[in-house]
């Protein structure tokens, strides 16, 4: 069944993603009503409504339940139990078993390892004791990642060698986990897909992604690798998504490792890295989750032309002044998007821009001159 405009769609969670998702859906004549515990949330203010609740507060999600028509998440860290819940009264996608897989570093590693899909070598780790015999199946140097609640590289911790183990640990505050053996990397890159109510699935072009300190910093597309190279991730990400059974946009994030492709992590939900569809592309990867979720057939995702984008985090505020947008702004092919975050801190993702030319070595170069502009 089709969910069409006019009806109300329920997002668990209210941060840049929910937002970006509640203009799209709010632009196509849906209702959105947001549930996040953070009164200041950046989709609540747009919403036609915010829940300001936490994601297990019976109240709230009888409410939503009571009230949606449909829904989705940008969270994938809402508990699989507030998700059935809501699953008894109206359709919830993604569903609760593909979110219960990906919220989980323990769960997604095995998930991909028993369905053949090439992943560095992992260790699961649930006591201390597990720690040296992990080390000497992955070997060093390997990197620890607190199973679940981590993001933007926090809640990791690396291993030079045994040695380092027990501190880990302890950073870690003895939180199942999983010993990763840190991989030389070629290059970054993911991809965006959706999968429709029907089984279809589209993919978004390949994103070229470089990081700092753990967090996304540019994506570039299309990324420059080989077209073989592309059609093996889009294969790849298209069986991941088959596999779970999946309903809505998703991410899958790789390594290229001498060559070889391995699979980092997969998000329920659109991804940083998708953030060049709001400009570059027929249907963005927000308007593509309400199509997705509302059992609509999916749009297009053609590039209209090579893209950069770049984010904006909370270290380019100081003392919590703006940077000097008309930097920005003056260019006619850069595109501004901020999250309504009231407060700049470092790490803290406050925004994006992206930059279109015809060739993307003339976009990235833009984009970096713009950031150099900004600092
Ligand atoms: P996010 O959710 O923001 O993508 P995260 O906190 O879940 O991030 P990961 O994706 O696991 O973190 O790691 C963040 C980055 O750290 C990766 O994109 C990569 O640059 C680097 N990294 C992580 N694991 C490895 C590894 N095994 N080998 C080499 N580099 C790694
Ligand atoms: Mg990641």
Redesign the pocket.
Known sequence: MKTLPGSTIGMLGGGQLGRMFTIAARSMGYEVIVLDPDPDSPAGKLATDHVCANYSDQTAIDYMAKTCDVVTTEFENVPASSLETLAASCPVRPGAQAVTITQDRIHEKSFLRDNGFPT?PFAVIRNQSDLEPGLEVVQAPA?L?VSRF???????YGIDSASDLDHAWQALQANDSVL????P?DR?VSVVLARGTDGQTITYPVAE?V?QN???DVSMVPARIDSSVAEQVVSMATRIANALDYIGVMAV?F?ISNGKLLV??I?PRPH?SGHYTLDATVTSQFEQQVRAVCGLSLGETRLLSPVVMVNLIGDLWQDNTPPAWEALLSHANAKLHLYGKREARPGRKMGHYNVLAPKLEDAVKLAADIKSQLK
């Open positions: 560095a990197i990642k981590g993001y933007d590289g926090k809640g990791q990763e053996q840190r991989v990397l970054e992604n990081h753990g967090i996304l994030e390594f980092n992590e998000a940083n």
